[in-house]
């Protein structure tokens, strides 16, 4: 390599490491680390949330266990928090889910009135009329999965 070209590769390595070192492209790196994909407000009131969620407080927390299935119920979601700790949605309400061990699919008790319980992962729904679990791509009236 000649000594014009090293020279020419040490003086870009050196801007670009001024521009990288650029207080504010650090500011701007900082803020958008920090915010993923929230507002301050946001991040702040998620802040709020889980402090009091963490004191125990249970005013804006979500209700301890889904109630039992009387109609069509449905499992929308899972979040898992690194302590063990689930968030389940059932017709979109969130319910707080004890730990439990972790497996491949998340499976969801569901208590039934007559004292027993199905289990549904997320995306499924159980219709208590037909006593059946229906996955998302199935039609209600479609017991074999192809739709119409």
Known sequence: MSRNRIACLVAVAAALATVAASPALAAEEAVLKARLFSTPAERTAIDRLRDQHRAGATASSPDQAPPPVTAETTVDGVVRSSSGRSTVWVNQVPYLETPGKRGR????????????????????????????????????????????
């Open 105 to 148: 699919a998340p499976e969801v008790p569901m208590p039934l009135p007559d004292g027993g319980s199905v289990r549904l992962r997320p995306g499924q729904t159980y219709d208590p009329e037909e006593r059946r679990v229906r996955d998302a791509y199935q039609s209600p009236s479609d017991g074999n999965g192809q739709g119409q």
